[in-house]
């Protein structure tokens, strides 16, 4: 059974920074590409960041880009969101999704083709 737990979330203020992790255990990590997505109160689950099996191509939101980054460690079976420059429109729920695929450099942005999910984690942006 593929698990899947989130942390790092917290309270920050506005322009800090934040490291969630993704921790993923059973199945191959390897044949996983990974994405981070965000859920705010009243509004849909969005994608936010997506890596590929092997760590060597990333995708992400416009929102996010330049501020955000996704990395993933295959000798740990993690992934990272390093979140820098945040702001208050960065509040969410946010959640980490395993895609179990065939192909080494697809990514895809959609919740629907994820496979699995963590609980999620709490991020608060404060002013």
């Known amino acids: 059974q593929v698990q899947l737990v989130e942390s790092g979330g917290g309270l920050v203020q506005a322009g800090g920074s934040l490291r969630l992790s993704c921790a993923v255990s059973?199945?191959?990590?390897?044949?996983?590409?990974m994405g981070w997505f965000r859920q705010a109160p009243g509004k849909e689950r969005e994608f936010v960041a997506a890596?590929?099996?092997?760590?060597?191509?990333?995708r992400y939101a416009d929102s996010v880009k330049g501020r955000l980054t996704i990395s993933r460690d295959n000798a740990k079976n993690m992934v990272y969101l390093q979140m820098n420059s945040l702001k208050l429109e960065d509040t969410a729920v946010y959640y980490c999704?395993?895609?179990?695929?065939?192909?080494?450099?697809?990514?895809?942005?959609?919740?629907?083709?994820?496979?699995?999910w963590g609980q999620g984690t709490q991020v608060t942006v404060s002013s």
């Open positions: 059973g199945g191959l990590f390897n044949n996983y590409a």
């Open positions: 999704a395993a895609d179990v695929t065939q192909s080494l450099n697809l990514i895809k942005v959609l919740s629907i083709q994820y496979d699995y």
């Open positions: 890596i590929n099996r092997s760590g060597g191509s990333t």
